[in-house]
């Protein structure tokens, strides 16, 4: 049970962070990694613009369900998107996604080193988001 | 708890049919509204696949949004049946219902009816109101 | 909890189906036949003509099938020879068929049967000893694994209507059709 792949996308729709989080899920390449963002960034927009009833936030697919896993995407106002796959029956993983917004607001949005849209590669922000997951990892699992 | 609308495509993308319960958005253009659906259909699946553990089992049972539930089946002969309710019926449940609108709607009613034309839109009264009477029947109606 | 065998599954497939008289489907089949060879003089074109029937009829019952079976899809061109004898015959037929005689690239297999609701009453006369009575089965199989994604070639190629010891229909796996994206319109 637990975690397998997370993904951060910015708001043009470029892959900005990657990350395997279990041995279980598939190996992605790069390429792989950011053909997935773009197509995940373009079918949001398609899944709003499908709904059969006005929606007040715009927001796309919250949460999607398959035989084999789920996947959960949280996207704040600013325009920035997060999602995460997970083994069924996985449980708190909205949660999950908002505390790893709080960690992308801190060490990331407040680096004055980082470049806006761009790839993350700060240190901070990994290594917060290794105990963030593995704290999830745990409770799922106890 | 509503059910909004039904799809079912074939492998080609078209559209066999279309029937419509509630919505409050109407449709502009029903072709380009099926046009999308399909698209954003065959982009979700194939999306889905590439991230599963396991390739088998990857394709989407249902995915929620703040307003709606899409419940997919697809049959290995390349039929897609879509099933759009409000979001809190969002549930493997409903999918499953569409596994039953395969063998007791479509195949008794349009495959074994020897008029219909594979591949074509489905018009027949007896199909649409099978169809209409077992989605009436559902708890998430 | 082990999977059910694919016998197991045929036989509650098969059970789960409507009945219809034996008699009357040899008979219709039959007259079937039979009216093709007066209107096709050539032996050739019947067989041609019988497959052609049994594609369009296969192109609709692998839905029913796959309805009724419940049968997820196959993970190898070997699994899928095993459904085809184990459940699908059991299923329309009321006879389990074998699967054998692989070729050395995995790609070509046979189904020998014994029984043939479609023959029970016949004896081929002496002027058609070419006819594949029951060639409308070839034409089932390829029809439904063609709306698989699978192009085969289907033929019979022992028929104990021909004095043979069994009935043998040899299959052959041509190419894999991929799945195509939806058309753009630009």
């Known amino acids: 049970m637990g975690l397998q792949y997370l993904f951060v996308i910015n708001k043009a729709g470029s892959l900005i962070f990657d990350r395997r989080l279990s041995e279980n899920a598939p190996q992605l390449s790069p390429n792989d990694c950011l053909h997935l963002a773009s197509t995940f960034h373009g079918m949001q927009l398609l899944v709003q613009q499908l709904s059969p009833e006005p929606s007040d936030h715009g927001f796309g697919i919250v949460t999607l369900e398959t ?70 990892n745990n409770r799922v699992n106890v | 708890m509503a059910v909004y609308c039904f799809y079912l495509f074939d492998r080609t993308g078209t559209c066999l049919c279309y029937y419509e319960w509630n919505r409050s958005r109407s449709l502009q253009d029903a072709s380009d509204d099926q046009k999308n659906m399909f698209g954003m259909l065959f982009a979700l699946r194939n999306f889905s696949v590439k991230l599963s553990p396991d390739p088998a089992k990857g394709v989407p049972t249902f ?67 099978k169809l209409d009477s077992y989605v009436r029947s559902l708890p998430c109606f | 909890m082990s999977r059910p065998s694919l016998q197991t599954v045929g036989e509650a497939a098969f059970a789960r189906c409507d009945r219809v008289s034996a008699e009357l489907l040899a008979l219709t089949y039959g007259t079937f036949v039979r009216q093709l060879l007066l209107d096709y003089e050539k032996v050739a074109d019947v067989n041609a003509q019988l497959d052609a029937v049994g594609c369009n009829i296969g192109v609709r019952l692998v839905e029913d099938f796959l ?21 699908a015959f059991k299923m329309f037929l009321g006879v389990t068929a074998n699967v054998t005689s692989w070729s050395a690239d995995r790609n070509t297999f046979s189904l020998l049967f014994d029984d043939n ?63 195509q994206p939806p058309q753009a319109d630009d």
């Open chain 3, 67 to 87: 309805a009724k079976s419940k049968i997820a899809a196959c993970n190898s061109f070997a699994h899928t020879a095993d459904v085809i004898a184990k459940v």
């Open chain 1, 67 to 136: 035989e084999s896993y789920v996947l959960q995407a949280y996207r704040p106002e600013t325009g920035v998107q997060f999602f995460v796959t997970a083994d069924l029956k996985t449980e708190n993983l909205a949660a999950f996604l908002r505390d790893v917004y709080v960690i992308y607001a801190d060490y990331v949005m407040k680096n004055p080193f980082y470049e806006l849209d761009m790839p993350i590669k700060v240190d901070r922000w990994e290594a917060h988001l290794k105990r963030l997951v593995d704290k999830y």
């Open chain 3, 117 to 179: 609701p479609l023959a029970e009453f016949t004896e081929l006369p002496e002027q058609c000893p070419d006819l594949w009575y029951s060639n409308v089965l070839c034409g089932v199989i390829r029809g439904a694994l063609e709306m698989l994604n699978m192009k085969v070639g289907c033929t019979f190629v022992r028929c104990k209507l021909r004095g043979h010891d069994t009935n043998e229909i040899r299959v052959s796996l041509h190419e894999l059709l991929a799945e």
């Open chain 2, 63 to 129: 995915f929620v949004t703040d307003v709606y539930a899409l419940h997919y089946f697809e049959t290995p002969t390349g039929l897609r049946f879509v099933l759009i309710t409000s979001h809190d019926c969002g549930s493997v449940d409903v999918t499953r219902h569409l596994t039953d609108i395969y063998a007791e709607v479509y195949v008794e009613y349009a495959i074994k009816n020897p008029l219909y034309v594979k591949g074509s839109k489905i018009d027949y009264e007896l199909f649409l109101s």
